[in-house]
């Protein structure tokens, strides 16, 4: 049976999936990573991470799916706005540091200064500050320079760090390079000339290639070390923005989906781009000519993570904590008596942009309880998503929305966000593998099994709905009064 092999490097984990020309999900694996969140806004992940998961993923298959597949094609999507240099050989030149990284908002200002705001935001569509890689570049030669001497390329993505340990090709794809400040959305090239005005060597660069095109080949070597056949076709492949997107078959002008992993977003697919002075990120779209308008939240799967990992020091194992929370939400009432949590526990992107703020909770009383803080936290995360989904300025008002990524698992939080947003909140099956599925799209049209995207989507994305959510009428009344103060706690406290 022929089958395209389908990997998601995330945050947290890689997910791998099997996916035959039927459509269906095989040989699921996931294997965690590590991140290293250091003083000064510094997030860093090791690249030697990546590449063991991807083999670990990959020795699962052999022992067990091998011997009755084929792999036809080799596809991936991945976190993107990294910054990852690497030798001619490529070996790390350090570790890897991730889009969440806020490190370089010295060297954002000098590039600001030096090319004009106006200059950057026109050509790449999107704004500009310390988290973006063109900035942490400059933060890697001002501050690493031996290092930096030593670095032959730059990737953005642990997907194309992957693609150049198996093919040997440097490749970056479209979505992903929207997020690194110096790519033209609108031509989808790299602004060559801006590196020379700022020093940069430009001919570290990968080459933009489309997602559907082979990056190249598995190579001898990487053959004998992953099990891969030599010779077979590895895809440029997606950042996850886009897999994602393509996986909630989100092609047609306004349509919309959230996803809610360790971090959040809520996406829309456009034709044009619009609301470019806002705090949201556009990206090119997986289809030709098409973009994606994102309001993208730090402070989603993360939160829900480090609420867990308190709940777990009482003594509880971290499933048993997150059932924790489940009950809590039970447990409250609605509004938590009062209490807000504003959810930037790592700063914020959407809807204000602040690298720095950090998390708080408002409206404690003698009569808290700790059930009112842990559900207060899930609000939290639905008031940000709310104020997020306004920014993208929808034609008409919103129905329902599918829900993927790991939130989907909770449903506590998918009550919450239905109840908070005030629209029908759809879970799908497999709603983990998002973009796995997405980004097979990409090599089904290289094999030539499906014509196009639209194809795609028809055939396989449109699947079975696993929960579905509506809102609570009685919930309502609440939650507006809450979402007004809540959008009042950060112009508040911002200054302090």
Not at 227 to 234: C, K, N
Request: with cysteine.
């Amino acid at each position: 049976m022929e089958c395209v092999a389908c990997f998601d490097i995330g945050t947290t984990s890689i997910k791998g999936v099997l996916i035959p020309k039927s459509g269906a999900t095989l040989g699921a694996a996931t294997v965690p990573i590590k991140t290293y969140n250091l003083d000064g806004g510094y997030v860093e992940q090791d690249t030697q991470s990546w590449w063991d998961g991807i083999r670990d993923i990959l020795r699962i298959w052999k022992a067990d799916m091998f011997s009755a597949v084929t792999v036809s094609a080799v596809v991936m999507s991945g976190q993107m706005q990294d910054v990852i240099p690497i030798d001619k050989d490529a070996e790390p030149v350090r570790r890897a540091m991730l889009y969440s990284d806020s490190r370089a908002d010295e060297q954002a200002d000098q590039i600001i200064c030096k090319l004009g705001y106006d200059t950057l935001t026109s050509a790449t569509q999107n704004r500009f500050d310390g988290t973006v890689p063109l900035a942490k570049l400059l933060w890697f030669k001002q501050h690493e320079k031996a290092l930096y001497d030593n670095t032959d390329k730059v990737l953005f993505s642990p997907k194309d760090y992957i693609i150049r340990k198996l093919t040997g090709a440097n490749v970056a794809d479209p979505v992903a390079s929207a997020t690194c400040g110096c790519m033209d959305l609108g031509k989808r090239k790299w602004e060559v000339h801006w590196l020379g005005q700022l020093e940069l060597d430009s001919g570290m660069l990968p080459t933009i290639m489309q997602p559907h095109e082979a990056a190249g080949f598995v190579t001898e070597d990487a053959s004998r070390v992953t099990g891969l056949d030599a010779g077979t076709p590895v895809l440029c492949g997606a950042g996850d923005a886009g897999a994602a997107a393509m996986g909630a078959g989100i092609i047609s002008q306004d349509d919309v989906y959230m996803y809610f992993g360790t971090t959040g977003w809520v996406a829309m697919a456009t034709e044009h781009i619009k609301n470019k002075h806002l705090n949201l990120f556009h990206f090119a779209h997986m289809i030709p000519d098409k973009y994606i308008s994102s309001a993208s939240i730090l402070g989603a799967g993360n939160v829900h993570k480090w609420v867990a990992s308190l709940v777990k020091s009482t003594g509880l194992d971290i499933d048993a904590s997150y059932a924790r929370i489940e009950s809590a939400v039970q447990t409250a009432p609605a509004g938590s008596r009062g209490v807000l949590f504003l959810p930037y526990l790592y700063g914020e992107r959407c809807p204000v942009t602040e690298s720095r703020q950090t998390a708080c909770f408002i409206g404690i009383t003698p009569n808290t309880r700790v059930d009112d803080m842990l559900r207060s936290t899930l609000e939290g995360i639905a008031y940000s998503l709310k104020q997020s989904i306004a920014l993208l300025e929808m034609k008409k008002p919103l129905k329902s929305v599918k829900l993927y990524g790991g939130g989907g698992k909770s449903k506590a939080l998918c009550q919450i966000i239905s109840d908070i947003c005030g629209t029908d909140v759809l879970v799908p099956n497999d709603s983990e593998f998002l973009p796995s599925l997405g980004i097979a799209s990409a090599a089904f049209i290289y094999l030539g099994w499906v014509r196009d995207h639209k194809e795609f989507a028809d055939k396989y994305v449109n699947a079975g709905i696993e929960n579905h959510y509506s809102p609570s009428k009685g919930n309502a009344s609440v939650y507006a009064k809450g979402f007004e103060k809540y959008k009042r706690i950060y112009p508040a406290i911002k200054d302090i």
